[in-house]
């Protein structure tokens, strides 16, 4: 019974276990299905419903672990495209994934960078992105790593920003610069990817280019983030930093602003992202991180994403859609799991009621009821997608209007913050202004009283003397009164003199202090009572003169009453001047201030003018190091400019460029004028150093015209004879020398004052000289001469070829005795046809002799032959060309002769030396035809004598060919003792000679064809036809190929006119 009652519950744990792995397994092969279908090699953007079920799956398992076990099964090493999906889709699982995932994708972080190393090494144009892409993943993951507060999709407020960076302005410092370096990332992907689509032509509407774009609506999300957040922090660092330490950050902070601007107008255009997302529109300008007010200003750029989604077409392997939502946790998968259960129960305890149970239509019924469910839960959630979109487009204008009201808010604080600051200044100066008025009112004010005091002072003083007058005169009638006796009058006449003493000596010292006066008070109190004692006696002993005495009783008492008034006004001027003492006090107090604060700004701004003066002198000085800078810059890309002529002269390359002499003549004067203008500028210069413009013009212009004068001159060497070449070119590297001494001189102050360009100017008149002797000497010769030139060259030619015949049979001779066998025929072979060639050549040239007598005879009239060559002069010029041709030919076919026979030469040679011959002859048979009649006897002999030429130039090619395959020793091809790796081995070799050797043919043949248009050049092929001297317009002789070996003296010179027709006659041996 136990073990009966005991089975279900096993059966349910085996259900769950088996319920569980299903759903494992069901939710591993979701993922596997989606990551296959998001990564592959196809050119076509990741679908944003693969990408979604990633995302959940993230979501689902909380971390990133089931993809990265996916991920690093793919070969990203074989495929650039499946790697930049590969990038893509990790930006996307980083951006809105799990929180986890992003520790999980830096436990692969050096696979990443593996993966971007291998891409980056390789010349693809997906590589390239993909290591750019994988830089970008890399940094984003060690920011958001260092950085845990920051989420990976940079959605932050402003106060966790704030937080982040922190109080410390080093941590803040570094922060900016991190972003930077995020922000510096994004562009580069975004910049490459914009690059590549304009130069493969592609366009945003078709699936190779939505391949390249798709990444950039995470660019675009990311790099809006990161431009809030510079803005932010250098704010904030301008508000602790000066200015000059910002410098830097400001104009990183500019170039990425542009570069930003210039991306996002760029994608804005775009057919692709306008149906994916909104743009943020940057403003014209950069904010002004100096003023602070412009922070108020700025608006935090706003993302919004389309709000329909990408239409999914179903594919044929597509599984269900997994719904975002669980119904349930347990009733779902029991459901799911029931008729597993039921089997296992049938299959241990047999069916139930023979084999049918109401339950089986329950079980039905609750899978059609889930399906229903799950359609409903399906639209319910794509319902609430929707909804999410429109929410979050709302949330994000909404953001935006938040951030423009913050921003209004913070302008509107800070102009408030402005306006108290300037009421503030303003209070101020009122006050200020108030106690400047009240400090003159109360100067105005003591300045009356003052004046007051000193009229009633004044008026005292008057009050004194006139009772000091009435005092004399009552002084006076006493002394009349007391005369009786001569005592009473000496005692009445000293107290005059007293009273006088004192009444002056108050009257003089006035301003003494009061006790001196009390003092002086008291004594005339004393005397006064001593008076009065004797006034007493004397009116005891005048009894007879009663009368007199009360008068003098009546006197005593008013000079006593005048005596105390006096005394009053005598207090009442003590303290009168004892105010009048304070006042003048406080004056002065006021006037040591005055003087001491006058004192001091005039210190104040006597520093300011030695400071000023200070500062003159380091702008003097300041602006002498700019110019002196400016000069050194110049001197150094000067420097640059000739170094890269001297480079030049190296080049392999510039082997094939030619100049004229008459260009290179006009170089060198005007790099002579230029030495001039360099010389006065730095005369100039030397006078006023604070001017450095002249001398830096004239510098530029010398540095141009002396590398144009070097690269022209050794232009011009690859034409001239070897001589002129080497001194031309040896001349060149000289001037180089100099003027890059001269310019060392002159970069330096100590040996600036002597710098002398003289030695340049030698060097260049030696070019210049060089330059007139390489002009073209045919232009030189007179047309009088001319007639005198033909004879002469025709000479020459017969004498030459005469001379080759002579040389060919010392030659035969020379040869029968040294060898013998194989090597004495096929040297008497060879020479044999060279013998018979030059008969051939002396016939044409005797022909072509009688052909040119003719046409004088019959063209030049009533005319000298001089006379008829001077008109003729073009013609002329041809016919003497094709004779030194001809001479100049047989020449070299001897000297090639000789070698081959001397086995120091090449049968090529040879070979080239018939060919030119031929070419030559075919030259002299055109410039004689050109004036001989048409039906003329002597041209057939000319034409018969020139074919008769080819024929026998056909026979020496042949003879040297035949000779040449007879002398070598062709060795048997035997590889049968090597094995397979050994014949792989030596074919690569071979592969690799023949390669090399068709390089080198096609360089001798673009070579060959450079040298034959410059030996056009120098031959003066006309372009028109010319009108001869007799009025007939004749064919212009055409320039015949020339062997580009360099000129030879006297006969075995080139000629310079050689001309030749355009169609040449057919050889037999071409």
């Known amino acids: 019974m136990n073990s009966i009652r005991q089975v279900p519950t096993r059966v349910k744990t085996r259900r769950t276990e088996a319920n569980l792995g299903a759903e494992r397994e069901h939710f591993d092969k979701r993922q596997l299905s989606s990551i296959s279908k998001a990564i592959n090699s196809t050119e076509t953007p990741v679908k944003e419903k693969h990408a979604r079920r990633i995302i959940l799956g993230t979501h689902r398992e909380k971390g990133a672990y089931t993809f990265w076990s996916y991920a690093l099964g793919f070969p990203l090493a074989s495929s650039s495209i499946l790697s930049w999906k590969f990038c893509h889709v990790l930006h996307k699982v980083l951006r809105d994934g799990h929180r986890n995932v992003l520790q999980d ?118 790099s809006s983030h990161l431009y809030h957040f510079t803005v932010k922090l250098l704010f904030k660092l301008h508000a602790c930093l000066p200015a000059d330490t910002l410098q830097g950050h400001r104009e990183r902070f500019h170039d990425q602003f542009h570069s930003l601007k210039t991306f996002f107008n760029k994608a804005r255009d775009m057919m692709y992202f306008k149906r994916l997302i909104q743009i943020p529109k940057l403003p014209d300008s950069p904010p002004n991180f100096l003023h602070a007010a412009s ?18 077409q179903p594919d044929d392997d597509d599984d269900e859609p997994e719904p975002l939502i669980e119904v349930s946790d347990v009733s779902t998968p029991v459901l799911q799991a029931q008729p597993q259960q039921f089997d296992i129960f049938d299959q241990t305890f047999g069916p139930a009621n023979g084999g049918f149970d109401d339950r089986d239509l329950q079980i039905e019924s609750l899978k059609h009821d ?156 004393r005397d006064l009572e001593e ?98 800078a400016l000069l050194q810059g110049t001197i150094t890309e000067a420097e640059d400019i000739i170094q890269d ?63 144009d004068t070097i690269v022209n001159g050794s232009a011009t060497a690859h034409m001239a004879p070897t001589d002129h070449a080497d001194r031309l070119t040896e001349n060149c590297r000289g001037c180089a020398t100099e003027s890059l001494q001269y310019l060392k001189d002159l970069k330096s102050k100590t040996t600036l004052p ?29 047309q009088d001469e001319l007639g005198d030139l033909v004879d002469k060259e025709m000479a020459a030619t017969s004498a030459a070829i005469e ?138 002999v000319l034409q018969q004598a020139s074919r008769q030429v080819n024929q026998m130039a056909a026979n020496v090619v042949a003879s040297t060919r035949t000779g040449q395959e007879n002398l070598e020793e062709k060795d048997t091809m035997d590889f049968s003792g090597l094995s397979l790796i050994k014949l792989r081995k030596e074919e690569m070799e071979s592969q690799v000679k023949v390669l090399e050797l068709e390089s080198r043919l096609g360089n001798e043949r673009l070579r060959l064809g450079e040298l034959r248009k ?6 003066g092929v006309p372009l028109e036809p010319v009108s001869e001297g007799n009025g007939v317009t004749s064919s212009p002789a055409h320039p015949a190929p020339m062997s580009p070996k360099p000129s030879k003296p006297t006969l075995m010179k080139k000629p310079m006119l050689a001309q030749k027709p355009n169609i040449a006659p057919k050889n037999p041996f071409m």
């Open 105 to 222: 994708c830096m436990r692969h972080h050096s696979s990443l960078v593996e993966v971007g190393q291998v891409w980056g090494n390789l010349h693809d144009k997906y590589g390239q992105l993909v290591y750019i892409y994988s830089k970008l993943l890399c940094t984003k993951l060690e920011f958001h790593v260092k950085h845990a507060d920051i989420p990976p999709n940079l959605e932050v407020t402003d106060e966790v920003l704030e937080r982040t960076a922190g109080t410390d302005i080093n941590n803040v410092f570094q922060l900016t610069v991190e972003v930077f370096d995020y922000m510096d990332t994004e562009l580069k992907l975004a910049e490459t990817v914009i690059r590549q689509l304009n130069t493969s032509i592609a366009i945003s509407t078709l699936t190779s280019g939505q391949c390249r774009l798709s990444p950039l609506t995470q660019v675009i999300q990311d």
């Open 295 to 312: 922070l108020a200003k700025h608006v935090k750029p706003v993302v919004v994403m389309a709000d329909e989604e990408e239409p999914e």
């Open 370 to 525: 889930l399906e229903l469910l799950r359609a409903e839960l399906e639209r319910v959630r794509t319902e609430a997608q929707r909804y999410i979109t429109q929410l979050k487009s709302q949330i994000n204008s909404l953001e935006a209007e938040l951030e423009e009201q913050r921003a209004q808010k913070q302008h509107a604080l800070v102009e408030n913050e402005q306006l108290r600051m300037e009421l503030e200044a303003t209070r101020r100066r009122n006050a200020e202004h108030e106690g400047l008025q009240t400090t003159f009112i109360e100067a105005d004010k003591k300045s009356q009283a003052t004046e007051q005091r000193y009229n009633k002072l004044k008026e005292k003083h008057t009050e004194l003397v006139a009772s000091h007058a009435e005092l004399l005169r009552k002084s006076a009638d006493t002394v009349r009164m007391l005369s009786a006796t001569q005592q009473t009058q000496e005692e009445v006449e000293r107290t005059k003199h007293q009273l006088s003493f004192e009444i002056d000596r108050i009257k003089q010292e006035s301003d003494m202090k009061l006790e001196e006066q009390k003092f002086e008070v008291e004594k005339l109190r």
């Open 531 to 628: 008076k009065m004692a004797e006034a007493m006696r004397i009116k005891a002993t005048l009894q007879s003169s009663q009368m007199t005495s009360e008068h003098m009783t009546s006197s005593m008492t008013a000079l006593q009453a005048e005596k105390e008034r006096l005394m009053r006004s005598v207090s009442e001027r003590e303290a009168e001047l004892s105010s009048l003492r304070q006042a003048a006090q406080v004056q002065q107090s006021s006037l040591q201030q005055e003087r001491e604060r006058s004192s001091r700004e005039l210190g104040d701004l006597q520093g300011k003018l030695q400071e000023k003066s200070s500062q003159e002198e380091q702008l003097k000085q300041k602006l002498l190091d700019e110019q002196f």
């Open 645 to 707: 002529a001297v480079d030049k002269l190296d080049d392999p390359l510039h082997i094939r460029c030619t100049s004229s002499p008459d260009y290179l003549i006009s170089r060198a004067e005007a790099t002579l004028g230029s030495i001039d203008k360099v010389k006065k500028g730095h005369a100039g210069y030397l006078s006023n150093m604070g001017d450095a413009g002249a001398l830096l013009r004239a510098l530029t212009q010398f540095s141009h015209l002396t590398a």
């Open 754 to 782: 002597r710098a002398d360009p003289a030695a340049i100017r030698i060097i260049i008149h030696k070019i210049l000289n060089l330059g007139q002797e390489l002009r073209p000497k045919g232009m030189d010769v007179r």
């Open 803 to 940: 001379e080759a015949v002579r040389r060919i049979d010392e030659m035969m001779n020379q040869a029968r005795k040294d060898t013998s066998g194989i090597k004495l025929e096929v040297n008497e072979r060879i020479l044999f046809s060279c013998t018979d060639l030059m008969k051939a050549i002396r016939m044409l040239i005797i022909a072509s002799t009688d052909l040119q007598k003719e046409i004088v005879e019959g063209g030049r009239g009533a005319a000298s032959i001089k006379e008829f060559y001077a008109r003729n002069s073009r013609w002329t010029e041809g016919l003497i060309s094709a004779a030194k041709a001809v001479g100049w030919g047989a020449t070299e076919m001897v000297e090639s002769a000789d070698k081959v026979v001397l086995h120091t030469g090449k049968y090529e040679e040879l070979i080239v030396c018939s060919h030119e011959i031929a070419a030559s002859t075919a030259q002299l048979v055109a410039a004689s035809k050109v004036k001989a009649e048409r039906g003329s006897k002597r041209l057939t």
């Open 1014 to 1019: 410059k030996h056009y050049d120098l031959a």
